[in-house]
């Protein structure tokens, strides 16, 4: 199998829990499970470390850590929680973060965004107003990742601009696993088109409430799907 694959697979096998913390990994295991040769095992068992899954211990051998050491805001561990059965809780989590970060990067980009950055925020406000009327959920899922790509950036806090790559993989999970309807709701399309005019005007008490208006909106959306039995609860 290839590193990608083989990581892939390993990586989803600690997220969902089916490798639980301590268990051993050992390369030659590795090697003979995956089909993979000692070098691409070795780079999986590496990229493991770097996101703080695994440890290795001299004459034991790689070591699966406990969830709440791994690094949780790799974007890959958060699409592996997102297409497993911890999906829900993933979602739950994702949202509070963003609950607690957009609406004041809303607000700093209402104080700090250049005036291109503010043209800009505008015409992909109305891009998403475009392509949600056509239905045209992978453009939408594009402009909707840039948008908030350049409120985080425009915040001019670098920790924030960081959570861009988070906040891309919860709206890419969101429309990969069919939680979003076919046609974007209108109110959260507007709210959109709102919190870029609040940026424009230097509003940002305006800009951080519908930011927060936003996340709130999809936090419900997805607590309703869960209820009606959606994809995240088969």
Known sequence: MR????????????????????TVLRSEDLQERFGA??????????????MQLTSSKRRVGVIVREPAEWNHY?????RWQLDGPARPAALATLNELRSAIEPCAARFAALRATPEERGRLGALGERLARTARARDLPAFLEFDIAFHDLLLTASRN??????????AEVLTGRTGHGLMPPEPQPEAVALH???????????????????RDIVVQARDEIAALVADGGPEGE
């Open 3 to 22: 590193h990608e694959q083989v990581l892939d697979a390993l990586g989803a096998a600690i997220a969902n829990g089916s490798l639980e913390p301590g």
């Open 37 to 50: 040769s000692r070098t691409v095992a070795r780079e999986v068992v590496r990229v493991l470390e770097t």
């Open 74 to 78: 790799d974007p890959r561990l958060i």
């Open 158 to 167: 670098p920790m924030f601009g960081q959570l861009s790559e988070v906040v």
């Open 193 to 211: 088109a709102e919190v870029a005019a609040a940026v424009a005007a230097g509003e940002a008490d305006r800009a951080e409430r519908a930011m």
